[in-house]
């Protein structure tokens, strides 16, 4: 049941896709030239499966947001390299892959009138590409970087749920699965601050939001199977969609030299109406959200 697009596909992803968490051309913060940065995250992600294929006991909002005992870990890795055109002026590429490992888990839910025992999936795994034209102003000690730019996004998700229903005494199987792909290309703009604390240490953080207009494409399954008979649902459709990405991040800047730093920090990647799951127009939807840790380092050459 586990994704495989971004392990299948990657190739063709980093043509069309990426985003990162941008590297940093700040008039006065480096010297003049490329700035490339690579960062990597551990997290989780946002458990849309409770919210859509449980019983009556989904998680607390903390715990799908957060994570419990049984989230589902995920992995961000994003590199970008920047290029000062003028002082205080730079243009920048980035890409930004995300996903979540193999995380079959095998659930019991209690319904009152019996008991679901099921083995149930929650994958998503998402690709961005990001172009800036950034503008950096300083003012007390305090570096303010605005840009503009386009990010385009391709994206893939699956809710699956296998295993049987007991009740009464009789016990039916099932199958339930439901799955997403997108892609899109939209307008991003944001804002990225940063301030020296000593010579060697600096507070940093970024934000970026994006309007995506793009194709997606839905497919819905489930299958029934008892004593006697069984039944098959199945659904597909496609169409033009309008996706919102928010990406943030703020982290503690190590400069191990005049031209190189190391930050630790938090970061988050968020979609709307990317998927089945996070569709307006689905009851109770919420945002596909990727958050965690990140580990960053950045050189200017």
């Known amino acids: 049941m586990k994704n495989t697009w971004m392990m299948t596909s990657a190739s063709a992803a980093a043509l069309i896709a990426g985003g990162a968490q941008q590297g940093l051309a700040q008039d006065g913060a480096f010297p003049d030239g490329y700035t490339l940065n690579v960062q990597g995250a551990y997290g989780v992600l946002n458990n849309a499966y409770d919210d859509k294929l449980t019983g009556t006991n989904p998680p607390s909002d903390i715990e799908d947001k957060v994570g419990d005992e049984t989230a589902d870990r995920a992995i961000i890795g994003s590199v970008s390299l920047a290029r000062q055109t003028a002082p205080g002026r730079d243009m920048t590429f980035g890409l930004t892959i995300g996903t979540n490992p193999d995380n079959d888990i095998a659930t019991t839910d209690d319904f009152g009138l019996g008991v679901d025992t099921f083995t149930r999936s929650n994958d998503f795994s998402f690709a961005a590409l990001d172009f800036e034209m950034g503008r950096t102003v300083s003012a007390e000690g305090i570096d303010l970087r605005l840009f503009y730019g386009a990010r385009a996004v391709a994206s893939d ?29 939209g307008p991003r703009v944001g804002a990225g601050v940063s301030t020296g604390l000593s010579e060697q240490f600096g ?67 968020q979609f709307w109406n990317i998927d089945g799951a996070s569709d307006e127009d689905t009851p109770n939807s919420e945002p596909r959200l990727i958050h965690g840790a990140f580990v960053g380092f950045t050189t200017t050459f």
């Open 157 to 185: 998700s699956s809710l699956d749920k296998v295993g049987s229903s007991e009740s009464g005494g009789e016990v039916d199987e099932f199958d339930q699965e439901s799955a997403s792909n997108y892609l899109g290309i």
């Open 203 to 269: 507070i940093s953080g970024e934000i970026g939001l994006a309007v995506l207009r793009g194709t997606r494409d839905d497919e819905g399954q489930f299958e029934t199977f008892f004593f006697g008979g069984g039944g098959d649902i199945e659904d597909e459709s496609s169409a033009l969609q309008t996706v919102t990405s928010l990406d943030a991040q703020i982290g503690v800047d190590y400069f191990m030299s005049p031209s190189s730093k190391i930050s630790v920090g938090y970061q988050l990647q």
